[in-house]
């Protein structure tokens, strides 16, 4: 069974930083991309950062500078560390990855709000 789970979000001041986890099971995870995905009140699902196989990584222009995307396969586990936060990063943030035989898989989320 497959699984991702999410921890770390809350709250933080505009400035401020938070880091996310994801603990991922029931798959190769260091077979296979990571990503993470965020969505807002009432926007869309909005794609944030990817790292691969190989820890190349990839971020949306809105956050490129100030987050950064780090994976531990030995835990099976993908990371968020994000700096310098700004009220517009608040959203729900999601863990994902892309199974050759399940499709897309996702955590279940875990909020982050800035504000003061």
């Known amino acids: 069974q497959v699984q991702l789970v999410e921890s770390g979000g809350g709250l933080a001041q505009p400035g401020g930083s938070l880091r996310l986890s994801c603990a991922a099971s029931?798959?190769?995870?260091?077979?296979?991309?990571m990503n993470w995905y965020r969505q807002a009140p009432g926007k869309e699902r909005e794609w944030v950062a990817t790292?691969?196989?190989?820890?190349?990584?990839n971020y949306g222009e809105s956050v490129k500078g100030r987050f950064t995307i780090s994976r531990d396969n030995a835990k099976n586990t993908v990371n968020l560390q994000m700096n310098s936060l700004k009220p517009e990063d608040t959203a729900v943030y999601y863990c994902?990855?892309?199974?050759?035989?399940?499709?897309?898989?996702w955590g279940k989320g875990a909020l982050v709000t800035v504000s003061l």
């Open positions: 994902n990855t892309y199974l050759y035989r399940y499709g897309d898989q």
């Open positions: 029931g798959f190769a995870f260091s077979s296979y991309p």
């Open positions: 790292i691969d196989t190989v820890y190349s990584t």
